[in-house]
Nanobody
Framework: QVQLMESGGGLVQAGGSLRLSCAAS????????LGWYRQAPGKQRELVAT???????NYAESVKGRFTISSDNAKNTVYLQMNSLKPEDTAVYSC????????????WGQGTQVTVSS
């Protein structure tokens, strides 16, 4: 059974930092795209950052230079370091793992709340 479990969310003041973690079980990171997404109240879910197991990263324009995605494959864990947080970063953050080979299985975590106060 595949599980993705996020942790590290919370309440932080604007300008502060948080590090989110997503621990995966029942699935390996090999040949996968790892991602963080977020959904704010009343808005659609949006991509925050992705990381391929080959090491390529991609970031939403709104978080470039502030957020960093990384992984520890030995621990089967993906991280999102968030610095210089802004109130508009407030959202539920979810991790995602998508296999790149057919059948391209995809898995989601349950999400963790990040609230940035002004």
């Amino acid at each position: 059974q595949v599980q993705l479990m996020e942790s590290g969310g919370g309440l932080v003041q604007a300008g502060g930092s948080l590090r989110l973690s997503c621990a995966a079980s029942g699935v390996m990171f090999r040949l996968s795209i790892l991602g963080w997404y977020r959904q704010a109240p009343g808005k659609q879910r949006e991509l925050v950052a992705t990381l391929t197991t080959g090491g390529m990263t991609n970031y939403a324009e709104s978080v470039k230079g502030r957020f960093t995605i990384s992984s520890d494959n030995a621990k089967n864990t993906v991280y999102l370091q968030m610095n210089s947080l802004k109130p508009e970063d407030t959202a539920v953050y979810s991790c995602n793992l998508r296999k790149i080979l057919p059948p391209k299985d995809e898995y989601w975590g349950q999400g963790t709340q990040v609230t940035v106060s002004s």
